[in-house]
């Protein structure tokens, strides 16, 4: 297969969701992709979910003036959320789906709203930015091993586990209700660390992610190695040379 032939491949490659959330997601997505009016097209979701991310970081780094901020946060989550994952579904219920375009900017439109999200919380009172920037650096070399298998297999598995996208958000919605309504305390003495709520689920959900893809690269390769095996390293004998 040439590199054309394997990128087209990558782009149309299966798309396979393993998340807790996927189905019922998905039929309520074409749902509501069937009732919007003509006049909204799939790049103005894409650029609604832009917006709002960033409008979520600002939320959150403006939530050290108060805890109100949070519930700000979690409305814009919300709207993130439409705005993510509207803009393909719409493409494909209207039928005028951009195989490549979609697949280059749907991919770089989640990279920059993960790195919005992720900094905006570690510039908050709630999440460490150490904490914050590990969890965007896990995500993103996640997503360039998604990418690779696409190329490498033709096949798109977003799916790490059964804890997606969605199912973050809701995670932080969860935690920012819970923060905001005061149900659970702040700080947490870890090893001499004092860590929050967000900070320990940050760090769980990270670690998670580095295990993940600890194991999945290494049955990648040697998925890779049994197609192409290597060549002996040994210099053939002086015999074979003649």
Request: charged content about 20%; proline content about 4%; aromatic content about 8%.
């Amino acid at each position: 297969m040439s590199l054309d032939e394997r990128q087209e491949a990558a782009v149309k490659a299966e798309r396979e969701e393993s998340f807790l959330l996927a189905v019922p997601e998905k039929r309520f997505l074409r749902w509501t992709a069937a009732k919007l009016p003509r006049w909204i097209l799939p790049d103005d979701m894409t650029a609604l979910g832009v917006v709002a991310a960033l409008a979520v970081a600002v939320a959150y780094q403006l939530s050290n003036d108060g805890s109100a901020w949070l519930w700000v946060a979690s409305a814009l989550l919300v709207v993130q959320w439409v705005g993510d994952s509207l803009d393909g579904t719409l493409a494909r219920v209207r039928g005028i789906e951009r195989p490549t375009y979609g697949y280059y900017l749907d991919h770089l439109v989640d990279a920059i709203a993960t790195a919005a999200i992720g900094i905006g919380l570690g510039l908050s009172p709630f999440m460490l930015l150490s904490v914050g920037t590990l969890i965007v650096v896990a995500y993103l070399i996640l997503s360039i091993n998604v990418y690779l298998e696409s190329f490498a297999f033709n096949r798109f598995s977003i799916g790490y586990g059964k804890i997606g996208p969605t199912e973050i958000r809701l995670i932080l919605i969860l935690l920012n209700t819970l923060l905001a309504l005061d149900l659970v305390g702040l700080d947490f003495d870890v090893a001499g660390l004092d860590l929050t709520v967000f900070d320990l689920v940050g760090l769980a959900i990270a670690a998670t992610m580095i295990v993940l893809l600890v194991g999945r690269s290494f049955r990648n390769l040697r998925e890779l190695a049994e197609r192409e095996p290597a060549a002996s390293r040994r210099a053939p004998p002086a015999d074979e040379l003649t």
